[in-house]
């Protein structure tokens, strides 16, 4: 039972013996437990290296050190190694770890030419950054999230104005509800103004960049656009995300075009977003992130829509939503 201190079974038992016969010397151990004397002295050196028995004062014979003061030192000693080799065992697994992942990297490069893998936001930022330098005739943004940070327009500004002034033909999606940050709006003109096309829709699939129909920049979790991001290449790739694109273009309303309505239900273009989110199964988290609202705006809608269309519930609003037809056309682009 205590192997797992380093102390054998036939030592284990001189042990137990001596705790409960203290005054047994070598022999009468040997008796006691039916074993040869030579066995017994070879369990006492292994007591002794480990500090479980010791000497007593004027040759008075050996004793068995008390087990709480002998064992817990054991313990805390086992324990001890334990936490190192745990720590090793740590180092070591984080470095296959990038081993593992620049053998992916590399392996995934080989079989797929037309993607290359983006880790972290810094990363990101400096291939978008070469893309866009080396960008001839035309790009075609998503711009999710809705109203966008001062630091984001501020570091935005002069590349796009280089990408006027060289003549680039830009085309911005952004989400409708940015008309609830003025500094985003004002962004928005100034970019019209210089030259740029700008509309605004009720949701987007994604945040996408598409450089002169050739690459294109897509997050590798829609969710979380700054953890990484995918570039790709391939011609098929590409294209069905410009048919994306253009599908959610034609779709889109101008900046200064108002709230449109949606036909058939009269529903805000956001309202019938929201509800064909609904119908998908979203829950009002995402629901607000995908518009780039908050989730108690997102909330307030939804409640609208069920109101309205006298449902009990977000599935029963989905189906009779369905039944009415509301769900047909306008909705979030698939």
Known sequence: MLS?????????????????????????LAEELGV???????????????????EGANGAGSYAVSPDVGLTSLLAQ??????????????????????????????T???????????????????MGELARTCKGELMAFADGGPQSAETMEASKPLDQEHLR??????????????????TVEYARWLEATGASVRTASSLPMRMTIYDRQAAVVPTDPDNATGGALVLRGSGLVAALCALFEHVWQEATPLDGGH????????????HAVLGLLAQGH????????????????????????????????????????????????????
């Open 4 to 28: 797992a201190l380093g102390l054998d079974s036939e030592a284990e038992s001189v042990y137990r013996t001596l705790l409960t016969h203290p005054n047994l010397g070598v022999p009468g």
């Open 36 to 54: 040869p004397l030579e066995q017994v002295r070879r369990s006492f050196d292994m007591l002794a290296r480990m500090a479980l028995v010791g």
């Open 78 to 107: 086992q324990e001890a190694d334990l936490a190192e080799r745990q720590k090793e065992l740590a180092v070591t697994k984080a470095a296959v770890a990038q081993i593992l992942a620049g053998y992916d990297r590399q392996g």
């Open 109 to 127: 490069a080989r079989r797929r030419p037309d993607v290359d893998q983006l880790d972290g936001i810094d990363e990101i930022r400096f291939r």
């Open 166 to 183: 060289r003549g680039i033909r830009m085309r911005t999606l952004y989400l409708s509800s940015i008309t609830n940050s003025p500094p």
């Open 260 to 271: 449109a309505r949606h036909p058939g239900s009269g529903l805000s273009s956001q309202a």
């Open 283 to 334: 829950t009002d988290d995402v629901v607000a992130r995908k518009l780039g609202v908050s989730v108690r705006t997102a909330r307030r809608t939804t409640a609208e829509l069920m109101e309205r269309l006298g449902a009990r519930s977000r599935f029963q609003a989905g189906v009779i939503a369905g039944e009415r037809g509301w769900l047909q056309g306008g909705g979030e682009p698939a």
